[in-house]
């Protein structure tokens, strides 16, 4: 119980500071003593059964800190209308009653830390330059509409500065960068901030948070975070933003730099330094405070944390501060520079390549005469030619002769080896059925251009990134190259035409669409100039729309195959001379002028050939073309 009060006020108003002193006295029978603002207490001063209670504005609040930092006295903040910063900041209850309660509870006594910016004290905020929606003190008192003015209004006025910043560490970086944000902690009672995690109030360490978006997806992203999910956390950070935690921060530019203290007036300085003062005060915190008094006992941390690998650095720093914010990230130096050198070895001819290319299509070949799926499946993880591929695809958004020629003499190489093994090796065995899993491959459409579309995404992705390139094998199975060739091969061994022209051009769907997705992914993923890339996704693109033409007459065909499939489908039986037959529709095929239908027609008794004209009869009501039934009687005995 503190038996002294210093009562530290500018308040004149009789009747505010009646009603403080009387409930004072009142409930704890201490001693008030009033002073100045500018009266500074000393060490000797300094008595555990003394408390000081600041009824004063945030700016009053502050210059009282600064003149008693570490100092031993207990301090205490009461509510009034001039100090909203501080009450936001500690927690203060906005009851004048239940403050002074929380100021005479020693369990709501805590060391807290200050943050100093340039010598000024800031309770919770320093922000250099613009932040975009994260700094949102009266956001959520806006109407709907103006909060989606405000989210388009920041769109498409994001502006970049060049930032040098440097740690308590010595670490110095080099960025470009839309504002910086410092805050010393977050609390509950912190509802403009955006951030999610509970900053400790006295760990010794500032937090900043650097908008920096690389891409214009990834600032819409970062605004979508803060506009409407309206929290962000250390754990799922947004690419635009970068964070450092730190004891001590510098922060300078090329020219002036404005910022602003806890959303007060703007301040202008050539350089910002910041500090944290650690448990420099004592100060009880309010009571909705109350488990982060007990719970953070943080400790102040050796390391730095740093999280600046999204930022922008060189080449895209000078971009930015241009004023040019990319529709695409840009890739760094030293992303680009391992995936060439990847990119460079898989377009390479090399004898390996070889024998994986021939082993992988005699193993189709052979799964193909099998009609065995799992034996195919085989053959497409050992194919190499999606390597290749990706590479070509890396050459044209980059324009790289050599990465295309290289890639493309490899790719010839082993289209021209699996074709040739595939067909003599069809010489050889004395089958020239073609099975189902030949025939699956003679009819492409529409749908097999989105696989290849969705591999070559799949396919361009992984290779960029190494965490997930344990994925080829998938993509490999997904798009199924070799196996193709294979059956184009067996067409140009058993001379059949149809069979070569389908299995190639279900190949060659895959080759272009393969190339194309891929090559707009890695232009999405920043490893080529949309300039550079153009001549190249222009041919590519008119390749496709010439392949997609027959193979949206493929896919237009398969639609009708499968609505007369439906139609016909719906005879689940025909009555006969007072019996019902039953009708299985198997198989619909559209041909020419012709619809083949292939079915089971189950009875108790042998049918004649005027029932099954009967049955047609009915059936050809239904569809537009002359119908042909292949029919396979089901006798059933009972």
Same mark, same amino acid.
């Given at each position: 119980?503190?038996?002294?009060?210093?009562?530290? #006020?500018?308040?004149?108003?009789?009747?505010?500071?009646?009603?403080?002193?009387?409930?004072?006295?009142?409930?704890?029978?201490?001693?008030?003593?009033?002073?100045?603002?500018?009266?500074?207490?000393?060490?000797?001063?300094?008595?555990?059964? @003394?408390l000081?209670?600041?009824?004063?504005?945030?700016?009053?609040?502050? #210059?009282?800190?600064?003149?008693?930092?570490?100092?031993?006295?207990?301090?205490?903040?009461?509510?009034?209308?001039?100090?909203?910063?501080?009450?936001?900041?500690?927690?203060?209850?906005?009851?004048?009653?239940?403050?002074?309660?929380d100021?005479?509870?020693?369990?709501?006594? !805590?060391?807290?830390d200050?943050?100093? @910016?340039?010598?000024?004290?800031?309770?919770?905020?320093?922000?250099?330059?613009?932040?975009?929606?994260?700094?949102?003190?009266?956001?959520?008192?806006?109407?709907?509409?103006?909060?989606?003015?405000?989210?388009?209004?920041?769109?498409?006025?994001?502006?970049?500065?060049?930032?040098?910043?440097?740690?308590? $560490?010595?670490?110095?970086?080099?960025?470009?960068?839309?504002?910086?944000?410092?805050?010393?902690?977050t609390?509950i009672?912190?509802?403009?901030?955006?951030?999610?995690?509970?900053?400790?109030?006295?760990?010794?360490?500032?937090?900043?948070?650097?908008?920096?978006?690389?891409?214009?997806?990834?600032?819409?992203?970062?605004?979508?975070?803060?506009?409407?999910?309206?929290?962000?956390? %250390?754990?799922?950070?947004?690419?635009?933003?970068?964070?450092?935690? #730190?004891?001590?921060?510098?922060?300078?530019?090329n020219?002036?730099?404005?910022?602003?203290?806890?959303?007060?007036?703007?301040?202008?300085?050539?350089?910002?330094?910041?500090?944290?003062?650690?448990? @420099?005060?004592?100060v009880? %915190?309010?009571?909705?405070?109350?488990?982060i008094?007990?719970?953070?006992?943080?400790?102040?941390?050796?390391?730095?944390?740093?999280?600046?690998?999204?930022?922008? $650095?060189?080449?895209? !720093?000078?971009?930015?501060?241009?004023?040019?914010?990319?529709?695409?990230?840009?890739?760094?130096?030293?992303?680009?520079?391992?995936?060439?050198?990847?990119l460079?070895?898989?377009?390479?001819?090399?004898?390996?390549?070889?024998?994986?290319?021939?082993?992988? +299509?005699?193993?189709?070949?052979?799964?193909?005469?099998?009609?065995?799926?799992?034996?195919?499946?085989?053959?497409?993880?050992?194919?190499?030619?999606?390597?290749?591929?990706?590479?070509?695809?890396?050459?044209?958004?980059?324009?790289?002769?050599?990465?295309?020629?290289?890639?493309?003499?490899?790719?010839?190489?082993?289209?021209?080896?699996?074709l040739?093994?595939?067909?003599?090796? #069809?010489?050889?065995?004395p089958?020239?059925?073609?099975?189902?899993?030949?025939?699956?491959?003679?009819?492409?459409?529409?749908?097999?251009?989105?696989?290849?579309?969705?591999?070559?995404?799949?396919?361009?992705?992984?290779?960029?990134?190494?965490?997930?390139?344990?994925?080829?094998?998938?993509?490999?199975?997904a798009?199924?190259?070799?196996?193709?060739? !294979?059956?184009?091969?067996?067409?140009?061994? %058993?001379?059949?035409?149809?069979?070569?022209?389908?299995?190639?051009?279900?190949?060659?769907?895959?080759?272009?669409?393969?190339t194309?997705?891929?090559?707009?992914?890695?232009?999405?993923?920043?490893?080529?100039?949309?300039?550079?890339?153009?001549?190249?996704?222009?041919?590519?693109?008119?390749?496709?729309?010439?392949?997609?033409?027959?193979?949206?007459?493929?896919?237009?065909?398969?639609?009708?195959?499968?609505?007369?499939?439906?139609?016909?489908?719906?005879?689940?039986?025909?009555?006969?001379?007072?019996?019902?037959?039953?009708?299985?529709?198997?198989?619909?095929?559209?041909?020419?002028?012709?619809?083949?239908?292939?079915?089971?027609?189950?009875?108790?008794?042998?049918?004649?050939?005027?029932?099954?004209?009967?049955?047609?009869?009915?059936?050809?009501?239904?569809?537009?073309?002359?119908?042909?039934?292949e029919? +396979?009687?089901?006798?059933?005995?009972?």
């Amino acid at each position: 119980m503190y038996r002294d009060v210093c009562f530290i #006020t500018k308040e004149q108003d009789e009747k505010i500071l009646g009603e403080i002193f009387d409930y004072i006295k009142e409930k704890y029978t201490s001693k008030i003593a009033t002073f100045s603002t500018e009266k500074i207490f000393d060490k000797s001063e300094e008595k555990q059964d @003394c408390l000081f209670l600041l009824y004063l504005s945030d700016d009053e609040i502050k #210059t009282f800190f600064q003149n008693h930092l570490n100092t031993n006295i207990n301090i205490a903040i009461l509510p009034n209308e001039n100090c909203p910063n501080a009450m936001r900041n500690y927690g203060v209850s906005k009851d004048i009653k239940e403050s002074i309660e929380d100021a005479f509870n020693i369990e709501l006594l !805590s060391k807290i830390d200050l943050l100093k @910016c340039n010598d000024f004290i800031a309770f919770n905020r320093v922000v250099i330059g613009d932040m975009h929606g994260m700094n949102r003190l009266d956001y959520n008192q806006n109407s709907r509409i103006n909060k989606i003015k405000i989210f388009f209004n920041n769109l498409i006025n994001i502006k970049f500065k060049s930032y040098t910043l440097t740690t308590s $560490k010595e670490q110095s970086i080099q960025t470009a960068a839309s504002g910086i944000t410092i805050l010393e902690h977050t609390t509950i009672m912190n509802k403009e901030s955006a951030i999610k995690d509970d900053l400790s109030i006295h760990d010794g360490k500032l937090n900043a948070y650097i908008l920096a978006p690389t891409s214009l997806f990834s600032y819409i992203w970062y605004l979508i975070s803060i506009f409407f999910y309206q929290k962000i956390s %250390l754990v799922s950070l947004p690419k635009s933003l970068g964070f450092i935690k #730190t004891s001590k921060l510098s922060v300078s530019s090329n020219g002036i730099l404005n910022y602003k203290i806890d959303h007060k007036d703007m301040y202008q300085s050539n350089m910002i330094e910041l500090e944290v003062l650690q448990d @420099c005060l004592n100060v009880h %915190l309010g009571k909705v405070l109350l488990e982060i008094v007990k719970n953070d006992t943080n400790q102040c941390e050796e390391k730095d944390v740093i999280k600046l690998n999204t930022l922008p $650095k060189a080449e895209l !720093s000078s971009i930015l501060i241009g004023g040019k914010l990319p529709l695409f990230k840009k890739a760094t130096d030293e992303e680009f520079k391992d995936l060439f050198v990847s990119l460079k070895d898989s377009a390479k001819f090399s004898y390996t390549y070889l024998t994986l290319m021939i082993l992988s +299509t005699l193993l189709a070949t052979t799964g193909l005469f099998a009609n065995s799926a799992p034996v195919i499946i085989g053959a497409m993880i050992l194919a190499p030619l999606m390597a290749p591929i990706i590479s070509l695809s890396m050459g044209v958004v980059r324009a790289d002769k050599f990465l295309m020629i290289q890639s493309a003499r490899s790719l010839i190489i082993g289209i021209f080896m699996a074709l040739l093994f595939s067909c003599v090796y #069809t010489l050889f065995i004395p089958l020239e059925q073609i099975t189902a899993e030949m025939q699956g491959r003679l009819n492409p459409n529409l749908l097999d251009l989105m696989v290849a579309v969705f591999s070559g995404i799949a396919g361009a992705y992984a290779n960029s990134k190494e965490e997930v390139a344990k994925s080829l094998a998938g993509v490999a199975i997904a798009v199924a190259l070799v196996p193709p060739l !294979s059956v184009t091969g067996i067409g140009l061994g %058993l001379g059949n035409i149809d069979v070569i022209y389908g299995s190639f051009l279900l190949f060659v769907t895959n080759l272009v669409g393969i190339t194309l997705s891929a090559a707009l992914t890695f232009i999405v993923l920043g490893y080529a100039p949309i300039k550079r890339a153009k001549k190249g996704i222009l041919y590519t693109s008119i390749l496709m729309v010439i392949i997609a033409i027959p193979l949206f007459l493929s896919f237009m065909d398969v639609v009708h195959r499968y609505d007369y499939f439906n139609k016909l489908n719906g005879f689940k039986s025909v009555a006969l001379n007072g019996h019902d037959i039953e009708l299985h529709i198997k198989k619909v095929q559209n041909k020419n002028d012709e619809i083949i239908v292939n079915l089971d027609v189950i009875s108790s008794k042998p049918l004649i050939l005027d029932d099954y004209n009967i049955i047609k009869e009915k059936l050809q009501k239904v569809v537009d073309k002359k119908l042909v039934l292949e029919i +396979t009687p089901v006798i059933v005995i009972n």
